[in-house]
């Protein structure tokens, strides 16, 4: 991979580099970031200075998927616990991140399509945006575009040391947001499909299913030592799920929203059972009940949530809320970056379908990832980690307007 670092791209890599450590530094510096945002620091200050994975001692907890705190609490353990060395290890997520795209679009579509993703992945504002924050999305990026890379590399190579890598790194993303294992294990299933007629196929798949086990099954079997119930992935979603359909999406984010809480009596009880002694999973059962009940008797607004949370996950500007910075900037920003680059590189899934291989990995991943978030919610930023494939296709895209656009006699390699 680093001998197809030019010149060219070590200076956008500076670039990107400097973007994304200058708005880190803007953050830190402002407190415009709550490093303890979501519980995943204060987790991993827990693994670090008592060795258990709490909120607080003796309050063992499976809200929040081992990933990202786990990736925390390496960096203090190495460095000590300094946030903004996370901050930091996350610029450098997102240069390995810009690096995996550019040779999977190269490698895919050509030189040219591989300078422009390069280009989009080094400014792309929600890159360098949630690189200042402890969020799980930088690092769920690096390792979607892994994943990607891998995958190419093994529908190039069969191989097992292909299989047993890409599998792991799936399983990864699966223990980092419970929510990628569904759209994993379909696209696993493509590739099971792809790799079955090929020599040793067979075995090249169940090395993939193996080692995609293998992060997913330690996880849930520390949930079921801890807290003796089946816990696959986060005690999270049940209420996240159960609040999706409790306020309407208009009101999320404003101060209806705690209104509209505040008078349901289901989810004030629900609530109180989170009496910060355990997170057994009991509140996600009672959650989970809630909202087969609510579907149970209102089916028809459930199925108009689905597709419209499925929009929502590919808007392309966030809706007017409280943000770090002022709402027509970010809305500018949006409709600038995302307002094209989410239309052209979903354009790019029609326009390559053709040629297989990854595109259709991609096709099954991303419907199936749209598919996941349409059934339960999504936000804007759940979108991030997906946008690793939508902007190797938009850069083929561009590959392809800029090679016809040149003159004859430019070469491209």
Same mark, same amino acid.
């Given at each position: 991979?680093?001998?197809?670092?030019?010149?060219?791209?070590?200076?956008?890599?500076?670039?990107?580099?400097?973007?994304?450590?200058?708005?880190?530094?803007?953050?830190?510096?402002?407190?415009?970031?709550?490093?303890?945002?979501?519980?995943?620091?204060?987790?991993?200050?827990?693994?670090?200075?008592?060795?258990?994975?709490?909120?607080?001692?003796?309050?063992?907890?499976?809200?929040?998927?081992?990933?990202?705190?786990?990736?925390?609490?390496?960096?203090?353990?190495?460095?000590?616990?300094?946030?903004f060395i996370v901050l930091l290890?996350?610029? !450098?997520?997102? %240069?390995?991140?810009? *690096?995996?795209? /550019?040779? +999977?679009?190269?490698?895919?579509?050509?030189? &040219? @399509?591989?300078?422009?993703?390069?280009?989009?992945a080094a400014f792309y504002p929600?890159?360098?945006?949630?690189?200042?924050?402890?969020?799980?999305?930088?690092?769920?990026?690096? !390792?979607?575009? %892994?994943?990607?890379? *891998?995958?190419? /590399?093994? +529908?190039?190579?069969?191989?097992?040391?292909? &299989? @047993?890598?890409?599998?792991?790194?799936?399983?990864?993303?699966?223990?980092?947001?419970?929510?990628?294992?569904?759209?994993?294990?379909?696209?696993?299933?493509?590739?099971?499909?792809?790799?079955?007629?090929?020599?040793r196929g067979p075995a090249l798949?169940?090395?993939?299913?193996?080692?995609?086990?293998?992060?997913?099954?330690?996880?849930?079997?520390?949930?079921?030592?801890?807290?003796?119930?089946?816990?696959?992935?986060?005690?999270?979603?049940?209420?996240?799920?159960?609040?999706?359909?409790?306020?309407?999406?208009?009101?999320?984010?404003?101060?209806?929203?705690?209104?509209?809480?505040?008078?349901?009596?289901?989810?004030?009880?629900?609530?109180?059972?989170?009496?910060?002694?355990?997170?057994?999973?009991?509140?996600?059962?009672?959650?989970?009940?809630?909202?087969?009940?609510?579907?149970?008797?209102?089916?028809?607004?459930?199925?108009?949530?689905?597709?419209?949370?499925?929009?929502?996950?590919?808007?392309?500007?966030?809706?007017?809320?409280?943000?770090?910075?002022?709402?027509?900037?970010?809305?500018?920003?949006?409709?600038?970056?995302?307002?094209?680059?989410?239309?052209?590189?979903?354009?790019?899934?029609?326009?390559?379908?053709?040629?297989?291989?990854?595109?259709?990995?991609?096709?099954?991943?991303?419907?199936?990832?749209?598919?996941?978030?349409?059934?339960?919610?999504?936000?804007?930023?759940?979108?991030?980690?997906?946008?690793?494939?939508?902007?190797?296709?938009?850069?083929?895209?561009?590959?392809?307007?800029?090679?016809?656009?040149?003159?004859?006699?430019?070469?491209?390699?």
């Amino acid at each position: 991979m680093l001998r197809l670092i030019d010149r060219k791209t070590w200076i956008l890599l500076a670039l990107g580099l400097a973007l994304r450590v200058g708005y880190a530094t803007h953050v830190q510096r402002h407190a415009l970031g709550d490093p303890a945002v979501d519980g995943y620091e204060t987790i991993a200050r827990q693994i670090v200075e008592h060795g258990r994975y709490d909120f607080r001692p003796g309050v063992p907890t499976a809200m929040r998927e081992p990933g990202f705190p786990s990736f925390i609490a390496l960096l203090y353990l190495v460095f000590g616990e300094k946030p903004f060395i996370v901050l930091l290890a996350q610029a !450098l997520l997102g %240069l390995g991140t810009c *690096l995996l795209l /550019r040779v +999977l679009a190269r490698g895919i579509f050509g030189a &040219a @399509a591989g300078d422009w993703a390069m280009a989009l992945a080094a400014f792309y504002p929600p890159f360098v945006f949630y690189t200042g924050y402890f969020y799980r999305e930088t690092l769920l990026s690096f !390792l979607v575009a %892994l994943w990607c890379w *891998l995958v190419w /590399r093994l +529908l190039r190579e069969p191989g097992a040391l292909w &299989a @047993a890598c890409s599998g792991w790194v799936a399983g990864l993303c699966a223990v980092t947001v419970s929510t990628m294992a569904p759209p994993c294990a379909a696209a696993g299933l493509w590739l099971s499909g792809a790799l079955w007629r090929r020599p040793r196929g067979p075995a090249l798949a169940a090395t993939f299913w193996a080692a995609m086990s293998l992060c997913p099954a330690l996880w849930a079997a520390r949930n079921f030592a801890v807290f003796h119930r089946v816990i696959p992935g986060s005690t999270i979603w049940g209420p996240l799920l159960y609040e999706v359909l409790l306020v309407p999406e208009d009101l999320k984010g404003t101060e209806q929203e705690s209104v509209i809480k505040s008078r349901d009596a289901d989810w004030r009880r629900m609530m109180a059972m989170a009496d910060n002694t355990s997170d057994d999973g009991r509140q996600q059962a009672e959650a989970l009940r809630l909202c087969l009940a609510r579907i149970r008797r209102d089916p028809v607004r459930y199925l108009q949530h689905i597709p419209r949370t499925a929009l929502k996950l590919w808007r392309l500007y966030p809706y007017p809320r409280k943000y770090q910075h002022d709402y027509r900037l970010v809305k500018t920003i949006s409709l600038l970056s995302d307002g094209w680059i989410v239309p052209v590189g979903l354009a790019g899934l029609f326009l390559f379908w053709r040629r297989g291989g990854l595109i259709a990995f991609f096709a099954v991943f991303l419907g199936a990832a749209t598919a996941t978030h349409a059934l339960s919610s999504a936000i804007i930023r759940y979108r991030l980690p997906l946008m690793a494939p939508v902007l190797v296709l938009a850069a083929g895209v561009l590959g392809r307007i800029w090679t016809r656009g040149a003159p004859q006699t430019r070469k491209t390699r």
